[in-house]
Nanobody
Framework: QVQLLESGGGLVQAGGSLRLSCAAS????????VGWFRQAPGKEREFVVS????????YYADSVKGRFTISRDNAKNTVYLQMNSLTPEDTAVYYC?????????????????WGQGTQVTVSS
């Protein structure tokens, strides 16, 4: 099983940017579809974006489309989430997740490996 570690969260003002990283260890990252999810206080965990094994396909939630960009560097076993034009509604704990399945999914239950999460707080 792969182990995931997120980093890059923090406090930023509305309109600002952050880049999250998800570093993998234990197994080659290239065999996993990777997704980012987030959970705000009092809300359910929600899908943000996913990226295919090769990085050739990406799928974004409507709420972040045009503002967030996911990418991966399989040589470095790392997936990145560039977040621009942040708003207070983006405040949440962001989780990186990996699935051995090659097809697209936005369902958390399809991702078997999860990181501990990194807090993103956007002030108004």
């Amino acid at each position: 099983q792969v182990q995931l570690l997120e980093s890059g969260g923090g406090l930023v003002q509305a309109g600002g940017s952050l880049r999250l990283s998800c570093a993998a260890s234990g197994r080659p990252f290239r065999v996993y579809t990777v997704g980012w999810f987030r959970q705000a206080p009092g809300k359910e965990r929600e899908f943000v974006v996913s990226i295919s094994r090769s990085g050739g396909s990406t799928y974004y939630a409507d709420s972040v489309k045009g503002r967030f960009t996911i990418s991966r560097d399989n040589a470095k076993n790392t997936v990145y989430l560039q977040m621009n034009s942040l708003t207070p509604e983006d405040t949440a704990v962001y989780y990186c997740a990996a699935s051995p399945n090659p097809y697209y999914s936005s369902r958390a239950e399809d991702f078997g490996s999860w990181g501990q999460g990194t807090q993103v707080t956007v002030s108004s």
